[in-house]
């Protein structure tokens, strides 16, 4: 069963400030995941990715798979970024049912 | 192009009662995987469906749960005599047959337990 660690697990950080959050996990994947969940609980996925870097925006997210990890990165992070951001794994490495982080509460303050 | 659907959005069942949570997937998907979010806490995965099978339901209370996906049809997540630890919110997922584990998720149904 695959283990998904993220961290920090809240953040709080000014306006325009860069914020890096970062997701190791135990078993080798095909994939991992980042997703968002604003307040109003709705599930966003922002990426998933197998290797290398994604952009999209002012968000950005690297994985190293030999490392078995990944860090999603926002760039000049604006308020309406608050929101809890998740990490998962395929559960056994495969096509299956997804293993997710705890989440990081980002909060960004004016 | 329809994203993935949930309904009902939210729902308020008394202790004893069935609650029956519905899936979408989005046009052309053939999987669907059923998550709760207890309240404070995580996403967990409960069942990973086909059409008309279940493929992984490791993750399913052993009982009064149980799940669907017929071949015509949403996906049903059934809670029978449901308590109030079942309150949580239900996420589904769904993602195409050529695999790869791409995965685009519902609104949710918030279930409450009275």
């Known amino acids: 069963k695959n283990e998904v660690e993220q961290s920090p697990q809240n953040l709080t950080a000014q306006e325009g400030e860069f914020i890096t959050i970062n997701c190791s996990y135990s078993?080798?994947?095909?994939?991992l995941h980042w997703l968002q969940q604003h307040p109003g609980g709705g599930i966003v996925s922002l990426f998933m990715?197998?290797?290398g870097k994604k952009k999209h925006g002012r968000l950005i997210a690297t994985i190293n798979i030999q490392e078995k990890h990944s860090s999603l990165h926002i760039t000049a992070s604006h308020p309406r970024d608050s929101a809890v951001y998740i990490c998962?794994?395929?559960?056994?490495?495969?096509?299956?049912?997804?293993?997710f982080g705890k989440g990081t509460h980002l909060i960004i303050q004016p | 192009n329809a994203g993935v659907m949930q309904n009902p959005r939210h729902l308020v069942r008394r202790r004893g009662q069935e609650a029956r949570l519905r899936c979408s997937p989005m046009?052309?998907?053939?999987?669907v995987y059923w998550y709760r979010q207890l309240p404070e806490e995580g996403l967990k995965f409960m069942v990973y469906?086909?059409?008309?099978?279940?493929?992984?339901e490791s993750g399913m209370p052993k009982e009064r749960f149980s799940a669907e996906f017929p071949k015509e049809g949403p996906s049903i997540l059934r809670i029978q005599q449901v308590v109030r630890g079942d309150s949580a919110a239900y996420f589904c997922a769904s993602s195409p047959p050529t695999g790869g584990n791409e995965q685009y998720f519902g609104p949710g149904t918030r279930l409450t337990v009275t």
């Open positions: 078993v080798g994947i095909s994939a």
């Open positions: 046009k052309g998907h053939s999987h």
């Open positions: 998962a794994a395929p559960g056994r490495g495969g096509a299956d049912g997804l293993t």
């Open positions: 990715l197998s290797s």
């Open positions: 469906l086909q059409k008309e099978n279940i493929i992984d």
